[in-house]
């Protein structure tokens, strides 16, 4: 008999939680090198893979690790890795090359702060190259957009990086793991049966035409390639965000990742008070939930833009309202004095006191 019984409901850590939601999603190598709020995902990944027939390699360093997960993904298999931001700075080079070799990979960036965000949106390496990135609030949407992640990435061949935090690395609350998904391995993924046959499959950052060496590669036509498979991919993925009460509002604030919650609940007090205030949360980085932005900003007097860095999302939130109504960050940089990413300023009343501020000018 089938057992038809929805996932049960559990209290698990963010990082835990990111894990089994990997697993779930099809995920069967992962490589890392320790580095908070990185380092419990790999603890989990090293502790859940092998029951499943999955390998977790911990990495002598983030340089490693990437060309571990280059070579999974290149046999077919679905893998990830993933580090804090100035990790994946060192992987820079290869996750460029992963995008124009067309080679799916789930990336997770546990950053520390928001200033990750120019690295994740538009990246550190060589070459006309995009990522998808998916940017959760809190562990529970995690789980949701980790598959949805695994999903993009085969779909597109393309690495898709998670935006986490520090707070959704530790914060534990009750989550639902889907069931899991079969992912069948790819026709094109390589498993030595066509070495020496005139007709190898190839996968190479420089394309796939050299077969034979009296064949060279056109770098020209692959280029072209490239390009026009990241437009067509920026163009038919949905971005997505979410939009809190901006039909009334007089200033709609913009925020992203787990900071998003704590501005939503400032705005929910200032609407008990009588503002008109609204959110704009976006889930989606790139592509960006442009047209979401811009509808919001068309009855708002300001649109006001909160990140804990010195500004780097405010610059796509202006490039979509496109002088629709003024833009006006009020985030900043807020750490703790270990540099992970607990911030000060996260306050309901911090945060409150800002928004007001916008709200009375």
């Known amino acids: 008999m089938t057992d038809t019984a929805a996932p049960a ?12 939601a990997m697993i779930a999603a099809g995920c069967r190598f992962f490589s890392g090198y320790p580095m908070t709020p990185f380092t419990e995902v790999l603890e989990h990944m090293a502790r859940l893979l092998p029951g499943v027939g999955g390998i977790c390699m911990n990495a002598e360093s983030e340089l490693e690790a990437v060309g571990m997960a280059w070579g999974a993904a290149a046999t077919g298999t679905p893998a990830a890795t993933g580090s804090t931001g100035q990790g994946l700075s060192l992987m ?23 200033g990750d965000y120019y690295q994740a949106t538009r990246g550190g390496g060589h070459g006309d190259y995009r990522h998808l990135v998916l940017a959760p609030a809190d562990s529970a949407e995690a789980v949701t957009l980790i598959g949805l992640a695994f999903d993009l990435a085969e779909r597109w061949r393309n690495p898709v990086l998670v935006m986490g935090d520090y707070y959704l690395a530790h914060t534990a609350r009750s989550v639902t793991i889907p ?33 034979r060496d009296d064949v060279g590669y056109d770098l ?23 939009v809190t009460d901006t039909e009334d509002a007089e200033v709609v604030v913009v925020a992203f990742g787990t900071p998003a919650r704590y501005v939503q609940a400032a705005v929910r007090e200032l609407r008990s008070e009588g503002l008109a205030v609204g959110t704009v949360r976006p889930i989606t980085l790139y592509p ?3 047209e979401a932005v811009a509808r919001a900003a068309d009855g708002a007097r300001v649109v006001a ?41 996260l306050d309901v009343r911090v945060l409150k006191e800002r928004i007001s501020r916008v709200v009375a000018s």
């Not at 005139?198 to 394309?207: E, H, N, P, T, Y």
């Not at 610059?315 to 807020?334: N, T």
Request: glycine share 10%; proline share 5%.
């Open 220 to 242: 020209a036509a692959h280029y072209a390639d490239c390009a026009a498979h990241t437009s067509t991919m920026a163009h038919a993925v949905k971005p997505l965000a979410e």
């Open 288 to 290: 960006f939930p442009t």
């Open 9 to 20: 409901r559990r209290l698990l850590q963010g990082s835990e939680a990111i894990a089994e």
């Open 305 to 345: 833009v909160y990140e804990n860095n010195q500004g780097q999302m405010v610059d796509d939130v202006r490039l979509a309202v496109l002088g629709r109504a003024p833009v006006e960050f009020i985030g900043g940089l807020s750490l703790d004095s270990s540099g992970f990413g607990i911030a000060p300023d």
């Open 92 to 114: 820079q080079e290869s996750l460029a090359e992963i995008t124009l070799a067309r080679l799916p990979l789930v990336v997770l960036d546990m950053a520390r702060a928001q």
């Open 179 to 211: 069931g899991p998904v079969d992912r069948a391995v790819p026709a094109w993924g390589l498993d030595g049966s066509s070495g020496g046959t005139g007709r190898a499959k190839l996968i190479s950052f420089l394309g796939s035409a050299k077969q």
